[in-house]
């Protein structure tokens, strides 16, 4: 469905506009202070980008994983900017392109669901934000898992998202069931060959990893059936001329990586078309990355959430046709070539058969999303000629549909900011400490509320952080979306039901489905013993690679992000990023925020006896967990359980997406309705 754009232009009257038909001058030179705020709820940002970008003959704006935050971050200043200032930035960037006589293509990988509000509050998922996404005028995009995993949502992008965007919109092996025909075809198309303005030949795959989560009526083809299939040969032997390659998809750049299948397409095209560049987008594993897999190819990941906007450039391409600038004038330009740099991380590169002799240099940059960022790229740091009015007309829709979608309706102001992982595990600041708190206080079947319970959790129904200030309705689907209700076994013996949490903690992550929390969106093997970790646990070294916030954070690398205190000296909380070039790419410098590793579960407590145990408790638990982790627990320790033995605790409607706001209507009430916002993650950490 189409979401129509209302907007009041006298209220948007306030300064001065660009031009949607037209640009202002653009300036290097920024002047660091705060802009203005595009939600009217957001916070501005005040660390300004360190360089002007380097401009190439080819460059690419890249976004993935946005998860409908096209609200921005409304509590956190590095991350505040809307889709209506990306708007405004793109139109700028695509102007500045053709002053400069260069390309520029704006590219997207996929995942626009599960995160926010705005996309998850509607039925179905997406109808609001998907509309309002679709303002950005995307040169090639791809498809994700999150678009497949329920039905509506997968006939939604067929029937509606695919046809806005075309051929443009990548799908080389994801089919779904045409209602019409009842046979499957492609939801966008298999390949895109095209010619850039300035006259670049381009072949162009998208490619989803090897995802089995998705319902019935779609079909994802494996990579190594892909490459096997004669259009798709075909099309790498086109018999029109391409001077580039792009493969896009939501797969990871690093070949490394678990669910990552990029190394079997880019190791197809490369034994048919030796030399010819190929440059990769990808997605999923929610990092910010830059992978060299040969003198002539790399590969771009940018992050998540409306985090991290990735430029990429290249200059060098050899083609007949083209007539543009190769190093244009007035600007930086790429100066590397696709070399590791010695001390960055293992590229997991596949082997090279290129005999190419590259002339091709590259740059690589993560922008933090921000209007001070977009401004400094764009006009020069210059307000008032940002704004064009589709960026408004966007940004004005996005504040509509949040007030009609009631997610501004505040339940109470949370007292400080709980993260995922910057504190150790049940510190104070750590969120499942808090969460241990929040279910013994709503957690409870009042005809049993006098028994003992367990309460147990898997951690990964955690999606976000809690960041201090207003906690809305909105912030229920921002920290943990998934609606799974809560079971029950009762009148466990204390003797069993006290030991699963360490058995569950000591075990295999718990999966959502065969791939949403993948090998790549979780932590390492930890080794748990025990449900604790030691407080001094912190794994924060400085030489570790592509570093990031992640749903479920690698253990070996620190979680970096987020937001600066206003007019501070030192550096803000952030990405500190390490890939294939280096440490040089993250567009604002940060300081690290520290990572600590997190079990698998978490446990509370409630209505147990001041002193000694019982004999028994109620064993509380997700429906998620219960049949395939719980139960088997539970029998390893001796008993004799079964699903037959399973009821629900409370009723099914109060879920993992529920507690948090009965917990806030009840104790978070001090400060209403005028919260106090605070810095953000990793300040104090």
Known sequence: ????????????????????????????????????????????ATASPRAPLEWGQ????????????????????????????YVSFTRHMKHKAGNLGVDLLLIDTGDLHDGNGLSDASTPNGAISNPIFENVDYDLLAIGNHE??????AYETFNQFSKVYGDRYVTSNVQIINPATGQFEYIGSKYRYFTTDHGLRIMAFGVLYDFTGNSNVSKVIKARDLV???????????????????????????????????????????????????????????????????????GLESG????????????????????????????????RKAVKVSNATSTGTPPSSTSAASNLVY???????????????????????????????????????????????????????????CKPFLADGNIFSLLQ????????????????RFIIINTGTIRFDLVKGPFTYDDSFIVSPFKDAFQFIPNVPYSIASQVLGILNAGP??????????????????????????????????????????????????????????????????????DDFGTDGDDTPHSRIPYYPQPNDVQANASFPATGVPETVDLVFLDFIGAGYVIPALNRLGGNYSTADVSYYVDKSFTTNSYLPAYAKRFWQAGVPNCPVGQGVGFGS
């Open 1 to 44: 469905m189409m979401v129509s754009i209302n907007v009041i232009l006298s209220l948007l009257a306030v300064g001065s506009f660009a031009c949607d038909d037209c640009y202002g001058p653009h300036r290097d030179a920024a002047h660091v202070r705060h802009v203005r705020r595009m939600q009217p709820d957001a916070q501005g």
């Open 58 to 85: 080819l460059n690419f704006l890249h976004t993935t994983d946005t998860h409908g935050w096209l609200e921005g971050h409304i509590k956190e200043q590095n991350y505040g900017a809307d889709w209506g200032d």
């Open 148 to 153: 497949l995993y329920v039905t509506d949502v």
């Open 228 to 298: 096997k299939e004669s259009w798709f040969l075909d099309a790498v032997n086109y018999p029109q001329p391409i001077d580039l390659f792009i493969l896009l998809g939501h797969n990871p750049v690093r070949t490394t990586a678990s669910t990552s299948t990029f190394g079997t397409i880019y190791s197809t095209i490369r034994r048919l078309r030796p030399n010819v560049p190929i440059q990769a987008f990808g997605g999923h594993t929610h990092i910010r990355d830059f992978v060299v897999y040969d003198s002539i190819s790399t």
């Open 304 to 335: 998540r959430y409306c985090e991290t906007l990735g430029w990429a450039s290249v200059s060098g391409i050899n083609s007949s046709t083209f007539s543009g600038n190769q190093k244009p004038r007035g600007v930086p330009n790429p100066a």
């Open 363 to 421: 740059s690589r940059r993560y922008l933090d999303w921000n209007r001070l960022t977009f401004e400094y790229h764009a006009t020069g740091s210059q307000e008032s000629t940002f704004d064009y009015h589709s960026g408004q007309r966007v940004t004005a829709e996005i504040t509509k549909d949040r007030k009609q979608l009631n997610l501004t309706a505040l339940y109470g102001c949370a007292p400080q900011t709980y993260c995922q992982s």
């Open 437 to 452: 708190t929040a279910l013994a206080a709503t957690v409870v079947n009042e005809s049993r509320a006098d028994i003992p």
């Open 509 to 578: 992550f718990q999966k959502r489905s065969e791939d949403l929390e993948s090998q790549d969106l979780k932590p390492r093997d930890f080794n748990f013993n025990a449900p604790l970790i030691p407080s001094d646990a912190c794994t924060a070294p400085d030489n570790l690679a592509h570093t990031h916030r992640l749903i479920r954070p690698r253990t070996n690398e620190p979680r970096t992000r987020n937001l600066h205190s206003r007019q501070s000296p030192a550096l803000p909380p952030g990405y500190t990023t390490t």
